[in-house]
C-alpha cells in the first residue's frame, strides 16, 4: 500500500516539475482594446483623460480615438484633423482638447476639431503641450518652444534662453515651482522668472515627479537621475536594464512609478522596498513598445502600446487563467481542493488537470477514461478523488486503483451532476435524470449501492445538486422546483410550492454560518430559509439595487460569510450585515476585471487559503481578498449640448452664453416665445459604464426628482415665464452619485405681463369698465322707460279689454235672441227652443271664458265667431249665410291675439250691412292671412255699404257713436304701440269700380306664435 501512495505521488511530481517551465498564472489583469472594439489603430502613440471623464486616444495613421467606456468614436482629417499621425494630446484649462500631429496641431472645442494655422506647420512635430498659464499655451517640438496666446489666437516662438531654443524637446513636466524640459540634449528646468538651469547633459526621454516630491529624468538609455526639487541637485541614480528606450513615465496614486520601454513593456518601481517588476506580454500586456500611461478618476491604468492597441489594467483583485497561461480547456466544469492545496479542474472534454500554485499539470492516473466532460470532482476523507462524468459513470481515483461505476454496477445512472459525503463516510451521488445512489464502503474495493428515485418518495429524478450542511443532512435540488433532505440516511422533508419555493429549477444550496439555508434558481433568483423563523419557508431575497441576473449558476460563501452569486454576467457580491441583513451588493464582470464572465454550473471552491475560485466559459479565474480591490468612485457628467428649438445654442445668438466646458453662463434670458429648450447629457464611469442611470428635475416648473433612468436628454416645451434651473445627476450600481449639474436661465414676461403695461391695461380697463356700465345704465334707464311705457299701454289695454267685456255683447242682440227663442216656445216648438238656448249658453260660456285670458288662440276665436254668426242666423230677419278661413302658413291653434277683438266689427256688419238689405240674401265672409310678422283679419259683407249703413244709423238714432267699436280701436292702436301700419281700415265693396256692393273690414296684429 504505501510503494502504490509513494508512486502516486512521484508521478504527480513529475508532472507539476514539467509544468513550471510552460505555465506561469497571469498576475496582471488587463483588457485589451483594438481594432476588434473599435479602435482605429493599434499603434498608439500617446493617452489622455479628460475632464469630462472620456479617454482620449492619438493613433499613428487612425487618427484620434475618444471612449466612453462602451465605444470608441474616431476623427481623422475629414472631420479637421491635419494629419491622422496622431503625436500628443493635452487638455487646457477651458475643456478643449489640444491635438499635436504630424502636419501641425488642431483643437477640439467640444464640438467640433478647428485647425489651428502655424508657420512651422509641416516642418517640426509638436511632442507635448503644457498650460504655462490662464493665457499661455507651451508647445514642445524638435525645433524648441512655442507660445500660444489665447487673447490673440497666435502661435509665436518663446526665446526662453539661447541653450534651449533649438533643442529637440520630448517632455514639458510642470510642478509648483516651475517647467522641467526633456530633450535630447539635456534636462532643464525653467522657474517662474523665466530664468532656465541645465540639470543633465544625458539624453532625457520624460519626467515624472516621485513620491516625495522628487523629480526623476529619465534617460533614454534606462538611466535614471533623481533630482531634489529644492536644491536642483541629485539626489542619487537608479539604472534598470529593463529600461532602456524608455518612452514614458507615470506615477501610480500609491507613489510607485511605472516607467514605459520600447521593447520591453513597462517596469513597476516599489519605493518601500526599492524593488523593480517587470510587466510585459508575458504577464498579459498587449505589447511590449509602451508610448504612454495614464490613470483614469476610476483608478484603471491605462497602457498606451504601439502595435497592440490598448491595455487597460484593472489590478490583482481577480487573476485569470486560460489556455495560454497552461490550462488545457477553456470551459471550467469541475473544481476540487485535494489535502495537499492542489486545485483540480476539469476543463471542457479534456479530462482532468491540477494546479500547484505555479502552474497546471495535464494529469493521465485515469488512463484517458476522463476526456470527456465531467461535472463533478469531490475528494473523499480517504483521500480518493471522486469524478462524475456525462455519459461515462462514476469514476474512484486513489493511490491504489481507478474503479468506475456505471449502470452495470448499479448506478441509477451513467450521468452524474453531484457528488458529495456524510460525516460515516457515505458517498451521495446525484443523477441527471435517475435519482439519487448513496454509496456505502463495504470493504477496501466493493460498494453497495442504494438508489433513491420517485418510487422511493423523491419528488423529482432529475437531480441539479447534492448538499450537506451543518447538521449531517444531504440536502438535494431537483430541475423542477423540489427540494428537500435526507436524515440519518433516510427521506426527511420534501419542500415544495406551499413551501415558497417557485416551479423552476434549483441549480445551487449554500448554508451560512447560522444554518440558513440559501437556493440558487433558474430565472427567480435567489431564496432563503431563515432557521430562526416560526414558519420554516422559503422567501426571496429582496435588494435595494437589483442583481445583475436572476438566472442563478452558482452560490459561495467566503471567509467573510459574503455571499457570491455566479450568472451568465459575471459574480455578484452580497455583503451582509452582523444581523443578517443585506448590506450592499456589488458586480464584478470584464470591467471589474472578471474575465471568463459566464460561470459554469456549481463550479467554485473556497479554498483553504480563503481564496474563491470560478470555472467559467472562458477559463478559470480566482479572487484573492488579500488584494484590495479599486475604490468604486462615482459617475462623471457633463452637458452633451443644450438646444434651443433642437438647434444647438452654441450655433445661435445665445453662443456666448454656452460655456466651454458645457452648460451655461449665469444670467441668461430668453424672450417669451423662445420657450422649448432641450437638455442632452450624458455621465461616464469607465470602471462600470453599463449600469449608468440618470435622475432629473426642472426647477421652477417640476418640485421632485424623476425617477431614474438610462434616457440622456430631456425636453421641455412651452415653458411658462419664469426662472427655471435644470438639474441632472448620475449614479452608478454603487449607488454612488455624480455631482449635479446645473443650467440656470429665465424666460422673460410678454410684454402684456410687464408692470407698466398692466398698469395701463388696468386703467384701460377701468375706463371701458366705466364707460360700459355707463352705457349699461343708460340702456337700462331706456329699457325701464320702454317697460314703463309698455306697463301703461298694457294697463290701457287691460281697460278697453275691459270696457270691451263690458259692451261685448250689445243688448239688443240679447234681447232679440231670447225673444226668437220665446217665439219658439210659443209655437210648441220646445225641440228648437232647447237647441238654440244650448247654442245660446255656448256662446255666452265661450265669451266668459275668454274674457279671463290675456290671449287666447285664433282657433277659439274663430269657433266663438262661428257660434256667435250661428246665433244672428236665427235671430235675424234677413237671412244671411257666412264664411270663417283660417291662415295656411300657420296653424289656428299656434297663433294668439287678444280676446274679445273682432266680435264687435263682426257684429257691426251683421246688424249695420246685411240686416238693411231686402233685395238679396246677406253674407258675411271672414278671412285670416299671415303677412310677415303681421296677423290679418279681413271681414266682408255684401250689405248697404258704409256709407248707406251710417245714414240709416243716423235717422234712428241721430249722433250715437258705438262705444264697442272706439274702445276696440283704442285697443288696436295700443297693441300697434310705435310700429309703422294701419291697424283698422274700412272701405266699400264696389262692384264695376262704381256700384256699392258691402263693406270690407281690414285688421292687423302683430303675429303671435306660441309653438
Not at 529619465?218 to 534598470?240: A, C, M, P, Q
Not at 499539470?361 to 477514461?369: A, V
Request: include cysteine.
Amino acid at each position: 500500500m504505501v510503494s502504490h501512495q509513494k508512486r502516486f505521488w512521484f508521478i504527480l511530481f513529475c508532472f507539476t516539475f514539467y509544468s513550471l517551465q510552460k505555465v506561469d498564472g497571469q498576475e496582471y489583469n488587463f483588457i485589451e482594446y483594438s481594432l476588434s472594439e473599435g479602435l482605429p489603430q493599434s499603434q498608439v502613440f500617446d493617452a489622455l483623460h479628460d475632464s469630462k471623464g472620456y479617454m482620449w486616444f492619438g493613433t499613428q495613421g487612425g487618427g484620434l480615438s475618444r471612449f466612453d467606456g462602451q465605444r470608441f468614436k474616431n476623427f481623422t482629417t475629414k472631420h479637421g484633423l491635419p494629419s491622422n499621425y496622431v503625436r500628443t494630446l493635452f487638455e487646457d484649462n477651458l475643456s478643449r482638447i489640444w491635438i499635436g500631429t504630424k502636419k501641425g496641431i488642431a483643437l477640439f472645442d467640444g464640438k467640433k476639431i478647428i485647425e489651428k494655422p502655424w508657420e512651422e506647420q509641416g516642418q517640426s512635430e509638436v511632442v507635448d503641450f503644457i498650460q504655462k498659464n490662464d493665457s499661455t499655451l507651451w508647445l514642445a517640438t524638435r525645433i524648441g518652444i512655442w507660445e500660444y496666446q489665447y487673447g490673440t489666437d497666435t502661435l509665436v516662438k518663446k526665446d526662453i534662453q539661447s541653450s534651449i531654443n533649438r533643442v529637440a524637446c520630448n517632455q514639458l513636466y510642470k510642478t509648483s515651482t516651475g517647467i522641467w524640459l526633456a530633450s535630447d540634449q539635456g534636462g532643464f528646468f525653467i522657474n517662474k522668472k523665466g530664468t532656465v538651469q541645465a540639470i543633465t547633459e544625458q539624453h532625457i526621454q520624460t519626467i515624472v515627479e516621485g513620491k516625495k516630491g522628487e523629480i526623476w529624468l529619465v534617460g533614454f538609455d534606462g538611466k535614471i537621475e533623481v533630482i531634489s526639487t529644492h536644491t536642483l541637485r541629485k539626489k542619487y541614480n537608479l539604472e534598470n536594464a529593463n529600461l532602456r528606450r524608455a518612452m514614458c513615465a507615470f506615477k501610480e496614486s500609491n507613489g510607485n512609478i511605472w516607467i514605459g520601454s520600447q521593447a520591453k513593456g513597462f517596469s513597476i518601481f516599489n519605493p518601500q522596498d526599492s524593488t523593480w517588476t517587470l510587466v510585459d506580454e508575458r504577464k498579459g500586456l498587449a505589447h511590449n513598445h509602451v508610448r504612454a500611461i495614464v490613470e483614469d478618476s476610476w483608478g484603471n491604468i491605462w497602457i498606451a502600446t504601439s502595435g497592440g492597441g490598448l491595455s487597460k489594467y484593472l489590478g490583482q483583485f481577480f487573476i485569470h487563467f486560460n489556455q495560454e497561461n497552461g490550462l488545457h480547456g477553456e470551459r471550467i466544469y469541475a473544481l476540487c481542493q485535494d489535502r495537499k492545496g492542489q486545485i483540480w479542474v476539469s476543463a471542457s472534454n479534456n479530462g482532468l488537470a491540477v494546479y500547484n500554485g505555479k502552474g497546471f499539470i495535464k494529469s493521465d492516473l485515469d488512463s484517458g477514461y476522463l476526456n470527456l466532460k465531467s461535472k463533478v470532482i469531490h475528494q473523499s476523507k480517504t483521500g480518493a478523488l471522486w469524478v462524475g462524468t456525462e455519459g461515462g459513470g462514476l469514476v474512484k481515483i486513489d493511490s491504489t486503483q481507478r474503479k468506475i461505476f456505471t449502470t452495470e454496477d448499479g448506478l441509477p445512472s451513467n450521468w452524474v451532476n453531484s457528488i458529495t459525503e456524510d460525516t460515516r463516510g457515505n458517498i451521495w451521488v446525484g443523477t441527471q435524470t435517475s435519482g439519487i445512489a448513496k454509496l456505502s464502503k463495504v470493504d477496501s474495493v466493493n460498494y453497495r449501492i442504494k438508489v433513491f428515485s420517485q418510487s422511493q418518495g423523491l419528488p423529482s429524478s432529475y437531480i441539479n445538486t447534492l448538499k450537506k450542511d451543518l447538521k449531517n443532512r444531504i440536502w438535494f435540488a431537483s430541475r423542477y422546483g423540489n427540494l428537500g433532505y435526507f436524515q440519518e440516511g433516510e427521506l426527511g422533508r420534501v419542500f415544495g410550492k406551499e413551501d415558497g419555493i417557485p416551479k423552476v429549477a434549483i441549480r445551487s444550496i449554500v448554508f451560512d454560518s447560522l444554518g440558513n439555508t440559501y437556493i440558487g434558481t433558474e430565472g427567480e433568483g435567489i431564496y432563503k430559509l431563515d432557521v430562526d423563523a416560526d414558519k420554516l419557508e422559503f422567501k426571496p431575497i429582496k435588494f435595494n439595487q437589483k442583481l445583475t441576473s436572476k438566472n442563478i449558476y452558482l452560490l459561495i460563501f467566503d471567509r467573510k460569510n459574503n455571499l457570491w452569486v455566479g450568472s451568465e454576467n459575471g459574480v455578484d457580491r452580497i455583503r451582509f450585515e452582523a444581523d443578517g441583513q443585506i448590506k450592499d451588493l456589488e458586480h464584478f464582470g470584464k470591467n471589474e476585471g472578471f474575465l471568463g464572465i459566464e460561470t459554469c454550473h456549481n463550479s467554485t471552491l473556497c479554498d483553504r487559503d480563503g481564496n474563491l475560485w470560478f470555472g467559467t466559459m472562458n477559463g478559470l479565474t480566482r479572487h484573492s481578498p488579500s488584494q484590495k480591490f479599486q475604490e468604486a468612485k462615482a459617475p462623471i457628467i457633463h452637458f452633451k449640448d443644450i438646444a434651443l428649438f433642437y438647434k444647438s445654442l452654441s450655433s445661435t445668438d445665445y453662443k456666448s452664453w454656452v460655456n466651454p466646458s458645457g452648460g451655461l453662463k449665469e444670467g441668461l434670458e430668453f424672450p417669451y416665445r423662445k420657450n422649448h429648450l432641450s437638455f442632452d447629457f450624458k455621465a461616464l464611469n469607465l470602471s462600470d459604464p453599463q449600469s449608468i442611470r440618470y435622475r432629473w428635475m426642472l426647477e421652477g416648473a417640476e418640485t421632485e426628482w424623476s425617477p431614474f433612468s438610462e434616457r440622456e436628454s430631456v425636453n421641455y416645451s412651452n415653458l411658462k415665464p419664469g426662472e427655471y434651473s435644470f438639474l441632472v445627476q448620475a449614479k452608478s450600481e454603487d449607488q454612488l452619485f455624480s455631482n449635479t449639474l446645473k443650467a440656470s436661465f429665465e424666460i422673460q414676461k410678454p410684454f402684456w405681463q410687464l408692470l407698466w403695461v398692466q398698469l395701463l391695461a388696468l386703467g384701460s380697463l377701468l375706463l371701458f369698465i366705466y364707460l360700459i356700465v355707463k352705457n349699461r345704465i343708460r340702456q337700462l334707464r331706456k329699457k325701464e322707460a320702454q317697460k314703463r311705457e309698455k306697463l301703461e299701454i298694457k294697463n290701457r289695454v287691460l281697460e278697453l279689454e275691459q270696457k270691451a267685456l263690458q259692451l261685448q255683447m250689445n243688448p239688443h242682440f240679447i234681447f232679440n235672441a231670447l225673444n226668437s227663442i220665446q217665439s219658439l216656445v210659443t209655437t210648441k216648438d220646445y225641440q228648437g227652443a232647447r237647441s238654440e238656448i244650448g247654442n245660446f249658453a255656448t256662446l255666452m260660456r265661450s265669451i266668459l271664458s275668454n274674457s279671463r285670458k290675456e290671449r287666447i288662440s285664433l282657433k277659439e276665436e274663430i269657433d266663438t265667431l262661428h257660434q256667435y254668426l250661428e246665433m244672428e242666423q236665427f235671430c235675424q230677419r234677413v237671412a244671411f249665410d257666412f264664411e270663417i278661413n283660417a291662415p295656411r302658413e300657420v296653424d289656428a291653434e299656434e297663433i294668439e291675439i287678444p280676446p274679445m277683438l273682432l266680435q264687435p266689427f263682426v257684429e257691426n256688419a251683421v246688424i249695420h250691412g246685411i240686416s238693411h238689405l231686402q233685395d238679396r240674401k246677406g253674407k258675411i265672409e271672414i278671412k285670416f292671412e299671415v303677412q310677415g310678422e303681421k296677423l290679418q283679419c279681413i271681414i266682408m259683407d255684401n250689405g248697404v255699404g258704409k256709407k248707406k249703413a251710417e245714414e240709416l244709423k243716423q235717422s234712428k238714432k241721430p249722433g250715437h257713436q258705438s262705444v264697442a267699436m272706439a274702445v276696440n280701436k283704442e285697443r288696436l292702436e295700443a297693441l300697434k304701440g310705435k310700429e309703422n301700419y294701419v291697424p283698422l281700415q274700412f272701405e266699400d265693396r264696389l262692384q264695376d269700380q262704381t256700384e256699392v256692393v258691402g263693406t270690407i273690414v281690414t285688421i292687423q296684429l302683430p303675429l303671435e306664435i306660441n309653438y
